[in-house]
């Protein structure tokens, strides 16, 4: 009986746990086809008119794409990257989580 009273919890906990992590998943996007690519262009252009060397600007734009790609929806991505303007909101949001996710540890 012991044996059963102590497995019920580690499965709840478990279940939890899961659940948590659900929206996290049901979350990630992915840039549009193509898109990809631009960004990281664009991103190690940046990098490289602030100064940054080439291997340096490559880790930050890849950190930045993982971060994107892990907090925004397809949709949300794709807006990031429209011509018809990007909410402002949606861009503030897109640099503070590249910001916290890729600021070099110091």
Same mark, same amino acid.
Not at 11 to 19: C, H, R
Not at 32 to 46: F, H, I, L, R, S
Not at 54 to 66: E, F, L
Not at 91 to 99: F, Y
């Given at each position: 009986? !012991? %044996?059963?009273?102590?497995?019920?919890?580690?499965?709840? *906990?478990?279940?939890?746990? #899961? $659940?948590?992590?659900?929206?996290?998943? $049901?979350? $990630?996007?992915? &840039?549009?086809? #193509?898109? !990809?690519?631009? %960004?990281?262009? +664009?991103?190690? +252009?940046?990098?490289?008119? +602030?100064?940054? @060397?080439?291997?340096?600007?490559?880790?930050?734009? @890849?950190?930045? *794409? =993982? *971060?994107?790609?892990?907090? &925004?929806? /397809?949709? !949300?991505? *794709?807006?990031? @990257?429209?011509? @018809?303007?990007? /909410?402002?909101?949606?861009? =503030?949001?897109? +640099?503070?989580?590249?910001? =916290? $996710?890729?600021?070099?540890?110091?």
């Amino acid at each position: 009986k !012991e %044996y059963l009273v102590m497995r019920v919890p580690s499965l709840l *906990a478990v279940a939890a746990a #899961g $659940a948590l992590l659900l929206p996290m998943a $049901a979350n $990630a996007g992915n &840039f549009p086809p #193509g898109k !990809e690519a631009g %960004y990281m262009a +664009q991103c190690t +252009q940046v990098a490289s008119g +602030q100064g940054v @060397d080439a291997a340096t600007a490559k880790k930050h734009c @890849d950190c930045g *794409a =993982q *971060a994107i790609k892990k907090n &925004f929806t /397809d949709a !949300e991505i *794709a807006d990031l @990257d429209s011509n @018809d303007g990007v /909410d402002a909101k949606l861009m =503030q949001k897109a +640099q503070t989580v590249v910001k =916290q $996710a890729c600021a070099p540890k110091s």
